[in-house]
């Protein structure tokens, strides 16, 4: 049965819709403010490295969905609190940076897609390149690519933070609360302490370049070298001063004064040499508010009815993940996928079986995979940078486009996809305007990231998508105090540019390093509306590098076409294809799923894929939740 067609989302009329919110409105604007959140740390979970079931939550009110329970349960207390959806993203990020310190923080980026009841807002809070950034940066002297652990070790691949002040400038506009008192419950848990989770744990295990950073190692591992146990309390005094001065003075805190020269200083190659950020960098740093990126789906019906059209917003360049997720859903809908039921797979525990997409499904699927990202490496990188084919990104998923695109598939694999050329199909159409031809990015890895799905009593929500790039970012810890523990971590978003500036005939690759620029990114927060009505429906996204765009695209399908709930897509098994091989999560589909794959002339690797998905959806009997039982997270709410 369909999602949409059994759980249609009763509506309120317009007018009074309009009259309930100004009313809320004008009684929170003469209520007086509190001075004080009056945050209680909850018992804190310990959490798990593995996979581990999730119930799948429902609240009527509001809800707040998060990678760790901890953040969760700081956004529920801020919503309960009287606060907005964004205040609670606020104190969710604060959490984050101190219970999740290798995924995101204040030391990186985000993408934050907000819709006030009205409209969708982008707020761009992606890191950029320091002034003296060029696109020779990751080249070894013999002109050849550096090796992606070594680049992601050197200072050149941190990017000017800016995930603070981008939340700063989305607080003025739509915050409820105090600024100051949505930095408590991370103040409070940096100084009473945070229990070890087994997940943190296991990834402090596996590292080995964080222990070379003197500020990090003192921080997460005993004496003798080893990561603090599970359950062990750990306590970040100097993450608690860097939030109290955050509360007090605004993102001019961290970008201006003793934090960003903190900054500065922890990214010198030596005692007294130049490093490769200034202050300069981290003062001139600004955040974008961008147009969303918006385009209908259309979900077919049973029995004939016409079908739902929605409206899918996600993010615009510098992000790659609305293009590339509008073209893969597009492309779908352009062959028989839509036709094709869900089948049977191995399941999440050895022995069981569970829902899992048929060999046939996939095949569309990683077929239209492989077209969408190599359009992504031909076409997509920071706007101000890079103009958009034919002078607008919605060119390539113009419905014609997508059907040219579409028929490219056959029943056998095509291996690696060749990107497409907009302008031809709009000539064709006898439209005007050139496309813009630059060299494809060669694959390079992605790591990363966390991300929070948050609606509020108001009516208000937002799905941001939060990182610092690689686990432990670039391994460099921020202190302003050596008599202190703990600090932040810096990012190394940079190396998500291309290494490579140029093909070998000289023509310039879209996403190469340039000052000042923004990193192409895979970050895909996603909200959902009902076209007609204009009601939201649905908040999502997921961290994992650029199999975030397939995590989100997955779970989005599975919602809308074969009924399943937002626990019940989450739960999916993963896979993908980023114009190579076809990717399969491990030990998740059946062995005749592979070999029929294999059989259409695919190369098949089943990997981890570890997706960290947050979905809230609402429905005509309140608002439903899930969390990716690959991660710790939680959906809490009212």
């Known amino acids: 049965m369909n999602l949409l067609a059994s759980d249609r989302l009763v509506t309120v009329p317009h007018r009074l819709s309009l009259w309930a919110g100004l009313t809320m409105a004008l009684l929170a604007g003469c209520a007086a403010q509190p001075t004080t959140l009056g945050y209680r740390a909850p018992l804190q979970p310990e959490g798990s490295s593995a996979y581990s079931a999730k119930p799948g939550w429902t609240y009527s009110q509001q809800a707040v969905a998060a990678a ?36 995101s923080g204040i030391g990186g980026g ?18 950029t390149a320091p002034a003296s950034a060029h696109e020779r940066m990751f080249l070894s002297d013999d002109g050849k690519p550096l090796p992606f652990m070594d680049a992601v070790l050197r200072p050149q ?11 700063e400038q989305a607080h003025k ?18 100084e009473q302490g945070f229990r070890v989770s087994a997940r943190l744990h296991a990834q402090l295990k596996a590292e080995q370049a964080l222990k070379r950073d003197p500020v990090a190692a003192r921080y997460f591992y005993d004496p003798a070298g080893e990561p603090w146990p599970v359950g062990h309390v750990l306590k970040n005094p100097e993450l608690a001063a860097v939030l109290r001065q955050i509360a007090a003075r605004g993102s001019q805190a961290l970008h201006e004064g003793p934090v960003a020269q903190a900054i500065v200083d922890a990214l010198r190659l030596r005692p007294g040499a130049a490093s490769v950020m200034t202050l300069q960098d981290l003062a001139a740093y600004r955040p974008v508010k961008r147009d969303p990126l918006c385009h209908p789906y259309a979900v077919p019906q049973n029995a ?11 993010f615009p360049p510098p992000s790659s993940g609305a293009v590339a ?86 029943p056998q694999s095509m291996k690696t996809a060749q990107p497409g050329d907009p302008a031809v199909v709009r000539a064709a159409s006898g439209a005007k305007g050139p496309g813009l031809r630059f060299a494809s990015m060669p694959h390079q890895p992605e790591y990363g990231t966390s991300h929070i799905s948050i609606m509020d009593r108001y009516g208000h929500a937002l799905a941001m998508t939060t990182t610092i790039e690689a686990v432990f970012g670039a391994r460099r810890m921020v202190s302003t105090d050596a008599s202190r523990s703990g600090g932040f971590l810096l990012n190394n978003e940079l190396t998500d540019f291309s290494f490579l500036p140029s093909d070998a005939q000289g023509r310039p690759i879209a996403n190469r390093v340039q000052a000042g620029k923004r990193p192409r990114s895979s970050m895909s927060p996603t909200l959902v509306f009902d076209a007609s009505s204009g009601e939201l429906l649905m908040s999502l996204g997921s961290p994992g590098g650029a199999q975030i ?22 739960d999916l098994p993963n896979f993908s294809s980023l114009n190579g091989p076809s990717l399969l999560e491990t030990g998740r589909f059946d062995p005749a799923t592979v070999d029929a794959l294999r059989t259409r002339g695919a190369e098949v690797r089943e990997i981890e894929l570890t997706s960290g998905l947050q979905v809230l959806r609402r429905t005509r009997g309140g608002l439903q939740g899930g969390t990716d039982p690959r991660r710790e997270g939680v959906v809490l709410g009212d």
């Open 110 to 127: 985000a993408f934050l897609l907000y819709h006030d009841g009205r409209k969708v807002e982008a707020w761009d809070g992606r890191e």
């Open 549 to 570: 765009i397939h995590f989100t695209a997955k779970t989005l399908y599975g919602m809308l076409h074969w009924g399943l709930s937002p626990q019940q897509a989450i």
């Open 68 to 103: 760790n329970p901890l953040a969760t349960d700081a956004g529920l207390q801020v919503l309960r609190a009287g606060g907005s959806a964004v205040d609670a993203a606020i104190a969710v990020q604060m959490v984050l940076t101190l219970v999740e310190p290798q995924s």
């Open 157 to 167: 691949a941190v990017g000017v933070p800016g995930t603070v002040r981008m939340l």
């Open 304 to 314: 004939g009815a016409a079908p739902v059209v929605l409206r899918v917003c996600g």
């Open 173 to 190: 506009q739509h915050g409820r609360l105090p600024w100051a008192l949505l930095f408590e419950p991370a103040i409070v848990l940096s």
């Open 325 to 410: 997720i509008g073209q893969i859903l597009g492309i779908l809908a352009h062959t028989q996928a839509h036709t094709l039921a869900l089948g049977q797979g191995q399941g999440g525990v050895p022995g069981t079986r569970s829902a899992a997409p048929t060999a046939d499904w996939l095949h569309f699927y990683t077929e239209a995979s492989r077209l969408a990202f190599a359009d992504r490496a031909q076409y997509l990188g920071d706007p101000d940078f890079v103009p958009a084919p034919t002078g607008g990104w919605q060119s390539l998923l113009d419905p014609a486009y997508l059907r040219s695109r579409a028929a490219l598939i056959g």
